[in-house]
């Protein structure tokens, strides 16, 4: 009841905060940043997404905090490319589709790529794939709507859905982001090694790139790479850090 009736205030103010995860190709170069909302509330310190956004969708106030994300997000990742232009840095940022949204999203997308000059290569849109439904039309229909602004799309959480394969030969998709559970075990369940290497198998075959996510220690990121993942985020890299963190991480890059 409380985030309910603090949420929508605190939209309007700007109270949210954007925090950027660094997303590295397989050979160590810094490509892109995920955004994730976070939300300081006195008296609760920071309220995960995970409680905020499903109260956000009940309450219609998520096209609003889409806007707000893509807005703040697109204008670092501006100022960030102008600062290096050699990385050619993307933003990846999470779209939880609901019904009716596709005509509304592709606007506020098209409008955020434009005020902020930034080509739509450089966005990916992350959608989770427990919010798929492959047999619907409206979810191809969506996917379709906005490929055609030329930006990226991922599958977040994949694998843990029950018809993760069957989304891949139907959705017109460019990226998938292997579950970090699958990730987090790799080290001592040798049947997760089998799954991670049959995702990156089929997204190869299928010309899509694999990202492995949650990746935290040495030996997991020797793994990804063994197995052929070709972009890895995760703790081992970088946590999420607001975006004046993501400006001094920059200028020391290489
Ligand atoms: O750090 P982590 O707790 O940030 O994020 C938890 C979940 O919240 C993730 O599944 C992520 O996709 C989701 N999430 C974070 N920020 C946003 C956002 O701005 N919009 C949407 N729709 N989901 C978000
Ligand atoms: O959008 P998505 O569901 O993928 O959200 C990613 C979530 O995973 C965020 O909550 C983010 O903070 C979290 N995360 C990112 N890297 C790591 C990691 O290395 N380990 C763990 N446990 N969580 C991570
Ligand atoms: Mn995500
Ligand atoms: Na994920």
């Given at each position: 009841v409380?985030?309910?009736?603090?949420l929508?205030?605190?939209?309007e103010?700007g109270e949210?905060?954007?925090?950027f995860?660094?997303?590295?190709?397989?050979?160590?170069?810094?490509?892109?940043?995920e955004?994730?909302?976070?939300?300081?509330?006195?008296?609760?310190?920071?309220?995960?997404?995970?409680?905020?956004?499903?109260?956000?969708?009940?309450?219609?106030?998520?096209?609003?905090?889409?806007?707000w994300?893509?807005?703040?997000?697109?204008?670092?990742?501006?100022?960030?490319?102008?600062?290096r232009?050699?990385l050619?840095l993307?933003?990846?940022?999470?779209?939880?589709?609901?019904?009716?949204?596709?005509?509304?999203?592709?606007?506020?997308?098209?409008?955020a790529?434009?005020r902020?000059h930034?080509?739509?290569?450089a966005?990916c849109?992350?959608i989770?794939?427990?919010?798929?439904?492959?047999?619907d039309?409206?979810?191809?229909?969506?996917?379709?709507?906005l490929?055609?602004l030329?930006?990226?799309?991922?599958?977040?959480?994949?694998?843990?859905?029950?018809?993760s394969?069957?989304?891949?030969?139907?959705l017109?998709?460019?990226e998938?982001?292997?579950?970090?559970?699958?990730?987090?075990?790799?080290?001592?369940r040798?049947?997760?090694?089998?799954?991670v290497?049959s995702?990156v198998?089929?997204a190869?075959?299928?010309?899509l790139?694999a990202?492995a996510e949650?990746?935290?220690?040495?030996?997991?990121?020797a793994?990804v790479?063994?197995?052929?993942?070709?972009?890895?985020?995760?703790?081992?890299?970088g946590r999420p850090?607001?975006?004046q963190?993501?400006?001094?991480?920059?200028?020391?890059?290489?």
């Open positions: 409380e985030i309910e009736t603090r929508r205030p605190a939209l103010r949210l905060e954007l925090h995860q660094p997303i590295h190709t397989i050979a160590g170069e810094l490509c892109g940043f955004a994730l909302s976070r939300w300081p509330l006195a008296g609760r310190g920071l309220v995960p997404p995970s409680e905020f956004i499903p109260v956000a969708e009940a309450t219609g106030l998520l096209s609003t905090l889409t806007d994300a893509l807005d703040t997000g697109l204008a670092a990742l501006a100022r960030w490319r102008a600062l232009p050699d050619d993307t933003l990846s940022v999470n779209i939880a589709p609901t019904r009716g949204t596709t005509t509304y999203l592709q606007q506020a997308i098209a409008s790529l434009a902020h930034i080509p739509a290569h966005l849109l992350e989770t794939e427990s919010a798929l439904i492959v047999d039309a409206p979810a191809r229909h969506f996917f379709m709507a490929r055609d030329g930006v990226r799309l991922s599958i977040d959480d994949f694998g843990t859905g029950y018809s394969f069957a989304y891949l030969t139907q017109p998709v460019d998938v982001k292997i579950d970090q559970t699958f990730i987090s075990a790799l080290a001592d040798t049947a997760s090694a089998t799954v290497a995702i198998g089929l190869h075959q299928l010309g790139q990202l949650g990746v935290e220690t040495a030996e997991q990121l793994a790479r063994r197995l052929g993942c070709d972009l890895v985020q995760g703790y081992l890299l850090m607001p975006a963190e993501v400006d001094r991480l920059i200028g020391r890059e290489a």
